[in-house]
Every structure is written in structure tokens, then in C-alpha cells.
């Protein structure tokens, strides 16, 4: 992509990117396969090639944008562990909900929710302290507020 194209992709992009809302992500919060696709979309090689002129309707323009969009499929299917068909599919679920965008970027909200899912899923960090509702094996000293 030049970088004039790749300036009015962003110009295309910017009002869906002001526009992002939080529930985006809601539906996609406990899908493993999703969360796979986000990580990688980033890294997936890419291009924008516009053929026409963009519609003025922002639900057109959204197709328009993706359909402008190569990406190496076999290359999103083997980093997200996933078959092609699947990996495919669950792209269009992404773009469908405005989380994945065309330049390989993906909405805030969505990185947000990755980086959660990434931390609840780091097997070597240890919580510190206690569980959360475990007792000490030894009573507590007496206060004074303690009076019966």
C-alpha cells in the first residue's frame, strides 16, 4: 500500500474508529477461536487495494473498505491455529462487529479484552497472598471492640 492510500485508508477508518462502542466486544468475550483471530490479525500480511469510488453510506463504506482487503489467509489460518475456513469465518465475525479493522488494526475495546484474556491465562504468574475466603489456622488476637 502507498502512502498515499494508506492515508485515506486511515481518513476512511477514522470515524469508525470515534464510533467504537464497548458492547462490540460483549459477544466475543469468551471465545477462544476470537480471541485467537485478534491476536494475530496485526501480524497477518495485508493490503488494501481500493477499486472505485467509496460509497457515502457508512454501512457500504464498511464493505467497500473489506472488500478492498488481500490478506494471506493461509498465513491468518496457521498463526491462530485454526483451519482456513474457520479463521476466515471468524474474521468476518470481527469485521461484521467493527473490532477488526482493514488495516490491521483492531478497536480498543477488543485490545483491551485481549490483554485481559491474556493475563487470566499467564500460567506463571502466582497469586499472592491467601485465596480469597481461606482462614488462618490461628484465632485472632482479642480487641476491645470484641466485648460480649
Given at each position: 500500500?502507498?502512502?498515499?492510500?494508506?492515508?485515506r485508508l486511515?481518513?476512511?477508518l477514522?470515524?469508525?474508529?470515534?464510533?467504537?462502542?464497548?458492547?462490540?466486544?460483549?459477544?466475543?468475550?469468551?471465545d477462544v477461536?476470537?480471541?485467537?483471530?485478534?491476536?494475530?490479525?496485526?501480524a497477518?500480511?495485508?493490503?488494501?487495494?481500493?477499486?472505485?469510488?467509496?460509497?457515502?453510506?457508512?454501512?457500504?463504506?464498511?464493505?467497500?473498505?473489506?472488500?478492498?482487503v488481500?490478506?494471506?489467509r493461509?498465513?491468518?489460518?496457521?498463526?491462530?491455529?485454526?483451519g482456513?475456513?474457520?479463521?476466515?469465518?471468524?474474521?468476518?465475525?470481527c469485521?461484521?462487529?467493527?473490532?477488526?479493522?482493514?488495516?490491521?488494526?483492531?478497536?480498543?475495546?477488543a485490545?483491551?479484552?485481549?490483554?485481559?484474556?491474556?493475563?487470566?491465562?499467564?500460567p506463571?504468574?502466582?497469586?499472592?497472598?491467601?485465596?480469597?475466603?481461606?482462614?488462618?489456622?490461628?484465632?485472632?488476637?482479642?480487641?476491645?471492640?470484641?466485648?460480649?
Amino acid at each position: 500500500m502507498t502512502g498515499p492510500e494508506k492515508k485515506r485508508l486511515e481518513r476512511y477508518l477514522a470515524g469508525f474508529v470515534k464510533a467504537e462502542r464497548k458492547s462490540q466486544v460483549a459477544t466475543v468475550a469468551g471465545d477462544v477461536d476470537t480471541m485467537n483471530v485478534l491476536a494475530v490479525w496485526p501480524a497477518c500480511r495485508k493490503d488494501w487495494i481500493p477499486e472505485g469510488r467509496a460509497p457515502k453510506d457508512d454501512f457500504e463504506l464498511w464493505r467497500w473498505l473489506w472488500s478492498c482487503v488481500w490478506f494471506d489467509r493461509e498465513e491468518l489460518a496457521a498463526l491462530s491455529n485454526l483451519g482456513e475456513l474457520q479463521a476466515e469465518r471468524v474474521l468476518r465475525r470481527c469485521y461484521g462487529l467493527r473490532i477488526a479493522y482493514p488495516d490491521g488494526g483492531i478497536s480498543k475495546h477488543a485490545t483491551q479484552l485481549l490483554e485481559a484474556h491474556g493475563r487470566a491465562n499467564e500460567p506463571e504468574k502466582s497469586n499472592r497472598g491467601r485465596p480469597k475466603g481461606s482462614k488462618d489456622s490461628k484465632p485472632r488476637k482479642k480487641r476491645s471492640s470484641d466485648e460480649e
